[in-house]
């Protein structure tokens, strides 16, 4: 089945929040992303329910530790039965492969996607941290790595998004954050489009978080969202 165009961002503190604002999104037409946040605070049983409701979830843990360790975690996550898991790209090849390798046994794995340079960073937060090139060329470097490790797709900004399926191809996943519809605020994405113009990119799936989460009406700034790229 297709998945969701559109993952909202549920990043909040409780379970008491999360389901209030589950509540009030559309299901069937939205997926929920869970990061770090959420899942540090609330734990798997609360998104296996989601699952079993029949929502779509993405799961942003951001592996990145050697390679046993992470191959061990995107098992436990496809356990739950999230359909996307993520990595770290800079983690390297063997830790992608080793991810890759243990979602075979799985009859129906969860799509494996691996972050390349966080949507909230510029070229010169890159070179603070001794990377000598821009963000879009570490975005390449990084998702033909990813390509080559058997990987799905990558995490990157919709800014990226024309030229990784240029060069990697129309079905390799891009799943992109830093998502800001016209005149929202830019918080603290660096990298940021606006849902159309992701859309006329080539996303294949977009991150939405504040925007929705922050509206006093979610359930109308999904629908406008989903209007925008025609959904
Ligand atoms: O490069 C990345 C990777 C992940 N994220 C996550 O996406 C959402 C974005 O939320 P907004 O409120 O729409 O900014 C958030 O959960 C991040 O952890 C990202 O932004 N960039």
Not at 42 to 68: A, T, Y
Not at 125 to 149: F, P, R, S
Not at 186 to 208: C, F, H, N, S, W
Request: with cysteine; glycine share 6%.
């Amino acid at each position: 089945m297709a998945l969701p165009k559109i993952y909202v961002a549920l990043d909040c503190q409780t379970q008491e929040e999360a389901d209030q604002l589950v509540s009030r999104l559309p299901s069937g037409q939205v997926g929920l992303k869970v990061g770090k946040e959420l899942f540090t605070s609330i734990g798997p049983e609360w998104v296996r329910k989601q699952v079993e409701q029949g929502f779509s979830i993405f799961l942003d843990l951001k592996f990145h530790d050697i390679p046993n360790t992470v191959a061990k975690a995107v098992t436990s996550a496809a356990k739950i039965g999230v359909d996307i898991v993520n990595v770290h790209a800079s983690g390297g090849s063997d830790m992608m492969r080793a991810a890759k390798d243990a979602l075979e046994p799985f009859d129906n794995p969860p799509l494996l996607i691996a972050v390349t340079v966080l949507t909230s960073m510029s070229d010169a937060d890159l070179a603070d941290i001794g990377i000598q090139v821009t963000a879009e060329q570490q975005v390449l470097n990084l998702a033909k790595l990813t390509q080559k490790a058997g990987l799905d797709g990558v995490v990157c900004s919709a800014q990226e998004a024309r030229m990784l399926k240029d060069a990697l191809g129309e079905s390799f996943k891009l799943v992109t954050p830093g998502i800001r519809p016209a005149n929202s605020a830019t918080d603290d994405q660096k990298r940021v489009m606006t849902p159309k113009e992701a859309m006329l990119a080539g996303v294949d799936y977009m991150v939405i978080g504040r925007p929705i989460t922050r509206s006093e009406t979610p359930e109308e700034t999904v629908a406008e969202i989903l209007a925008s790229i025609g959904e």
